[in-house]
């Protein structure tokens, strides 16, 4: 018996195993080939979180030189009604998006992309989907020393959440304002309360 091992794969290559004894001259019938042929899996995000009506995309990439065919499918194995077209970008090649054009909070979920190389050769890669629905959020105009008050209400399908209070700063290094505000049940609300407002807070932007 010869075992060989390949370590590192990292291109297609065909190996001959040829049997020879002695004086004997092995004939064509006497060697064996092997094929090892490379593919490669990726997607992106891995993990996204998003607010309800925004759009989302996956992208799940697959590349080897046989033929190529990708599915997606949600957590419970059903196909996913979200569109997943696929196209051919390079000769052994295949791209595939999961598109989300408006989020609802019922697509909160895990998704897996199957890819099936032919020849019996397949694998997957699976993806995270976050969404939350923020609610309560608008503009106020108060008077000097007035108090403005602003409450976000969220929700999300995953059973925890936590929410917290930014004020935008033009250098882009934006500060917390309020502590953050944790549940295990996937809805809160977390307030943040501006006391005696003045001039100087005109145009600032929270979060």
Known sequence: TATLTVHSVTADNTYTCTVTSGQYSASESDATDVSIKMFDVSVSPEYAVNDVGSAQDFVC???GDSSIDIMWKSSDGSDVTAS????????GARTSTLSFATLALDDDDSYTCYIDFG????????VQL???EITGLSNQGKEAEEDATFDCSFTALTGSAAAQWFLVVSDGDDTAVTDTV?????AGTTQLVLSAVNYTQTGEQYY
């Open 61 to 63: 990439t697959a590349t």
């Open 84 to 91: 997943a077209n696929q196209e051919d970008y390079d000769s």
């Open 119 to 126: 020849d019996s050769e397949s694998t997957e890669v699976s």
């Open 130 to 132: 976050d969404v939350i």
């Open 182 to 186: 944790t549940t295990d049940s996937g």
